[in-house]
């Protein structure tokens, strides 16, 4: 058995490896679909249409036009912007809306988790407290249960071992031990009354099982007891005749 | 990461495989008693009024001579079956029967008989359980066989069952079908030594040779086909090796001085005997093919050393020496060296021989100043008396190591007898005329 213990000690299972499925690491960015648009169109406004200039008294038309076109453009601009800016104010807003609500909401979650945990804490305490009070109850049965039984087992592994040794007496009377060395390790198997159940060998050298089988028969019946706990604890023997080296004493 | 989990896992199942099946009851030791069995009297018919031989009786004797097995009484027989389909098992196993042997014998034409045996485990289970179901089972069925034997060799078939039956229940070949060659010595004949060969039981003796002289130490070569013996028809000892089936006669030593103690080596190709020429008695190997010799041993004037016996594996040569002042049992290697020591028992060992699986020696031991056969255990030498006859000599062993016969006085007269090597059986052999000695037993004869 230790033999056994210290070779599992001995060995180091290799580290294991186990790839797991994981999904690809993503490197996300938010992208925003307001600010595209946005830079799309400061691109398209940066890129001014291709068109012809017109004549030079036109010029000073052109001017106002172009300085037109320019406000035009800043109070564009300006209108954007401020329409970003409140977007921007409302999803704030409405970002500290829900987080704050988030926020109550996590709280709230939490305290009610907090009162359960502390109810079944209860529950579990009082049920522990009553198995431990079953346990204690159940042990000190089992103990007085078990200390009946070994009683009664010692009157019956004795009454047992007195049979034992009777059996070993009356084999020993009929057994014609061969002229040669050798040995034969059987299998007995009695019944009620000591009658001659059944004989198997198990080991044999020399071919002792021959002289072994025979003396068993002719012992038959053995000597039995009536009590039937001993009866069972002897109706099958493991029997060693001979001079058997394998017997480690 | 799979690399680790599979090393992990083969530490677990490892872990698990050796853990050891948890033992409720040891045994070490147990009884040992011859086995009790039966051999049922075999069916007979035909022409003649019974067969050659009794050969269910034949195999009882042969297995009682064993010492390993107890055959039963034919008169305390449940039943008379004569095939395996007859024997109710539980009748037998009831009497405590471990082993039934039935069988018929039948006359097919005048002096040829057909022979059916079976062999039947009794306590081997008639069925098991195979996918859930009662199956019937042949485990008990340990031999079915069919033979046949003329009436002259139906003695000795008779003994070849005896001895696939001895082999089924014990996984040791039997020697039941051997033979013992031995001296008798008569003198109220004319030439009042014979050598002779007879079954392993003592039955259907031949004379081989007839002389006035001494005949000694007969020893069987390892084909079974020859015997070597001593000889002193020429005035001295010389040593004869003659082919048994073809009476052909040659001498193989005949060396200023003593030629004694043959016998051969497990191959066959050298001898180890006695030759004193160099002065006193010593141990020489003798090659058969080449004819040269070599001394093994090398004591003073005043020392024997005589009776070699080779060890199972043919490099050790056992033999008994009174270098120690009084005859005791040495071992030297064949190609020569220093002998070692091997009895410590007793005020006398002699004339030793190790048993075919190397372990034990079988002796003659004297102690206080009894001569008896005894086996020595190599390893832990410890000795045990298998005889309680009185001045024992000449052990021969059965070629499975299971049996001696040897020669002890009986009556006043030199008769042989046997004994198992567990101790258990003993018997004398029918006694002939005159004096019986210097048995010996042959090699295995069937292959």
């Not at chain 2, 097995?69 to 007859?86: A, D, I, K, R």
């Not at chain 2, 079974?224 to 002193?232: E, M, R, T, W």
């Not at chain 2, 028809?233 to 003659?242: D, H, M, T």
């Amino acid at each position: 058995m230790l033999l056994l213990v210290a070779m599992i000690i001995m060995y180091s299972f290799d580290s294991v490896e186990v790839r797991e499925k994981v999904a690809p690491n993503i490197r996300a960015k938010a992208v925003d679909g307001a600010a595209i648009k946005q830079l799309v169109e400061q691109q398209q406004k940066k890129s001014p249409p291709k068109t012809t200039p017109k004549k030079t008294n036109t010029q000073d038309q052109k001017k106002k036009q172009q300085e037109l076109e320019r406000k035009k453009r800043e109070a564009e601009k300006l209108r954007q912007k401020k329409i970003a800016d409140e977007k921007k104010r409302k999803e704030a807003e409405a970002k500290r809306k829900r987080d704050a609500e988030a926020k109550k909401k996590a709280e709230q979650l939490a305290e009610q988790k907090k009162k359960e945990l502390e109810e079944q804490k209860k529950r579990d305490q009082a049920l522990a407290e009553q198995r431990q009070r079953e346990e204690e109850l159940m042990a000190e049965q089992l103990a007085a249960e078990q200390q009946a039984m070994a009683a009664q087992r010692e009157a019956v592994m004795s009454e047992a071992d007195i049979f034992k040794s009777r059996i070993e007496g009356r084999i020993k009377q009929y057994w014609n031990k061969p002229e040669n060395d050798g040995y034969c390790v059987f299998n007995l198997r009695l019944g009620p009354g000591g009658i001659f159940l059944g004989f198997r060998k198990l080991e044999e050298q020399g071919r002792y099982c021959d002289s072994a089988e025979r003396a068993v028969v002719k012992a038959a019946p053995f000597p039995m007891s009536k009590d039937p706990a001993v009866i069972d604890e002897l109706r099958s023997l493991n029997i060693s005749l001979g001079n058997n080296p394998n017997l480690n004493l | 990461m799979m690399r680790q989990l599979a090393i992990l896992f083969s530490v677990l199942v490892l872990s698990a495989a050796r853990a050891d099946i948890n033992i409720d009851i040891i045994i070490e030791d147990g009884m040992s008693f011859a086995r009790p069995v039966a051999v049922v009297p075999f069916n007979y018919s035909g022409v003649s009024g019974k067969p050659p031989h009794d050969m269910s009786a034949i195999i009882a004797a042969d297995l009682r001579r064993s010492g390993r097995f107890n055959p039963m009484p034919f008169n305390e027989m449940p039943e008379l079956p004569t095939s395996y389909e007859q024997v109710s098992i539980e009748q037998w196993k009831a009497k405590g029967i471990e082993a039934v042997v039935v069988g018929s014998v039948e006359e097919v034409t005048p002096g040829q008989f057909s022979v059916k045996y079976q062999l039947i485990d009794v306590f081997k289970p008639q069925q098991r359980v195979e996918g859930g179901e009662l199956v019937s089972n042949s485990d008990f069925l340990l031999l079915n066989n069919t033979g046949s034997a003329g009436t002259q060799n139906f003695r000795f078939y008779s003994h070849q069952v005896a001895d696939n039956i001895y082999e089924a229940l014990t996984g040791v070949k039997g020697a039941f079908a051997t033979r013992v060659a031995y001296v008798t010595v008569d003198r109220s004949k004319s030439r009042p030594f014979q050598l002779y060969i007879a079954d392993s039981d003592g039955h259907n003796a031949e004379s081989l040779y007839t002389s006035e002289e001494a005949i000694m130490s007969p020893t069987w070569s390892p084909d079974g086909k020859a015997i070597a013996y001593v000889s002193f028809e020429n005035g001295r000892s010389e040593i004869y090796l003659q082919q048994i089936y073809t009476g052909q006669r040659t001498m193989i030593a005949a060396f200023p001085g003593i030629n004694s103690a043959p016998v051969f080596s497990p191959d066959g190709r050298k001898l180890a005997l006695t030759l004193s020429k160099d002065g006193n008695a010593e141990i020489y190997i003798l090659d058969l093919t080449t004819r040269q010799y070599r001394r093994l041993t090398n004591t003073g004037p005043n020392v024997i050393d005589t009776e070699p016996e080779f060890s199972p594996d043919g490099q050790w040569i056992l033999f008994t020496s009174d270098r120690g002042l009084r005859p005791q049992i040495y071992r030297v290697s064949v190609r020569g060296g220093r002998p070692e020591r091997v009895t410590f028992e007793g005020e006398y060992n002699a004339s030793a021989a190790y048993t075919p699986d190397g372990k034990s020696i079988i002796l003659v031991n004297r102690t206080n100043g009894v001569y008896h056969i005894a086996k020595q255990d190599i390893e832990t030498g410890t000795m045990q008396i298998l005889t309680d006859t009185l001045l024992d000599e000449s052990p021969s062993l059965a070629p499975n190591g299971t049996m001696v016969i040897y020669a002890t006085i009986h009556n006043g007269r030199q008769v042989l007898a046997q004994v198992s090597t567990d101790g258990r059986f003993k018997v004398r052999l029918p006694a002939k005329q005159g004096e019986v000695k210097a048995p010996a037993w042959s090699p295995f004869l069937i292959q």
